[in-house]
């Protein structure tokens, strides 16, 4: 089978290897890929600027597969069904895992990020981790994942129908963070550094209040709400300065949720913090249960992922087609690979 392996930041390698044909263990299945979204891990690790991630790697997490082969013993999944993959890994079950936060166990590792993902033609993984669905396509399984980290962020964030919601960054995970945002009931604003994404986001989600990133934000969002602040702010930026601004942004007894991550320490003014009895959260990733639940409701309509779909890419010319991802800028929303 074939495979695809960044060797070093920028540097793609191509080989062949044996498919997957040893026998399976008793829960263990052996899919096809059939499908991957390219997520920003994969393009911040082929420019070198991934935290917490080692060459060579195999990248490819956000995938949908198709069950060739199950162990004697799995039953939630049965031959040719296609699937949303889970890539969330615990090697070990400590203590946030008996309690059941598998998002954020001691022992995590991501496929595609810390071991290796879904550029190869197949994989062999434990079923426990695939979600199948009978009537979305290959497009929307592979976009399962980076919309369960908005939902996930969500949940977080407790969000009431009464609250004032403003997502920060309208790249794919600020989009799955507002449509999320959208089914509580709340009213939600979208604020991003980009027109293009701004437009993007009305295009796609139907949000009506939107934010241009400019030297009188706070003034901006007080003119749309009428002298108030959002009760919540997600940040799904994963950029320190506007991560740290949201303390300005958020109203007295709000709610701050950090989705995105920087190398680096956050630090903010206690006493404003406390004037504020602001609560400060952050949100890694997403539990097994949320995927359960998108797959519902895009099959009830409520939500469509491939409307995200800006580029596709053939899997077999990922090394010479992958660094044109950055020409598109504000108009590349989500690029697919393709088998």
């Not at 891990?41 to 935290?51: E, M, S, W, Y």
């Not at 977080?156 to 794919?172: C, N, S």
């Not at 404003?272 to 998108?294: G, N, P, V």
Request: proline share 4%.
């Amino acid at each position: 089978m074939e495979v695809i392996r960044l060797k070093a930041p920028g540097v793609w390698e191509k080989y062949k290897t044996q498919k997957p044909t040893e026998t399976l263990e008793p829960h263990e299945v052996l899919v096809k890929v059939n499908k991957i979204g390219v997520c920003g891990t994969d393009l911040h690790a082929f420019k070198g600027k991934q935290p917490f991630f080692e060459y060579p790697r195999v990248l490819g997490h956000e995938l949908a597969v198709k069950v060739i082969a199950t162990g004697e013993h799995v039953s939630n999944v049965k031959v040719n069904d296609n699937c949303s993959l889970e890539p969330y890994y615990n090697e070990e079950i400590g203590q946030a895992v008996r309690r059941g936060k598998t998002n954020c166990g001691e022992h995590l590792r991501v496929l595609g990020v810390h071991v290796d993902g879904g550029m190869q033609e197949y994989l062999k993984i434990p079923a426990k981790f695939l979600h199948p669905s009978d009537t979305l396509s290959n497009d929307q399984l592979a976009l399962i994942e980076p919309l369960a980290i908005g939902c996930h962020a969500i949940d977080r964030a407790r969000i009431q129908h009464d609250d004032i919601v403003l997502v920060i960054g309208a790249g794919p995970i600020g989009l799955g963070t507002i449509q999320f945002a959208q089914l509580t009931g709340a009213r939600v604003l979208v604020m991003d550094i980009d027109t293009h994404k701004l437009n993007k986001a009305k295009e796609i989600t139907g949000i009506h209040d939107t934010i241009l990133v400019s030297d009188h934000i706070e003034k901006d969002i007080m003119q749309i709400l009428n002298g108030d602040l959002p009760t919540v702010v997600l940040d799904a930026t994963g950029n320190p300065t506007s991560m740290l601004n949201t303390f300005k942004y958020v109203a007295a007894g709000g709610t701050i949720v950090f989705i995105g991550l920087f190398q680096g320490d956050v630090v903010f003014n206690d006493p404003y913090f406390h004037k504020k009895e602001l609560t400060l959260m952050a949100s890694r990733a997403a539990l097994s249960s949320d995927f359960s639940r998108i797959i519902r409701l895009i099959e009830a309509g409520k939500i469509n992922p491939e409307t995200y779909i800006t580029h596709r890419i053939k899997f077999e010319e990922v090394p010479e087609t992958f660094e044109k991802l950055y020409e598109y800028g504000g108009d590349l929303v989500k690029a697919i690979i393709e088998f």
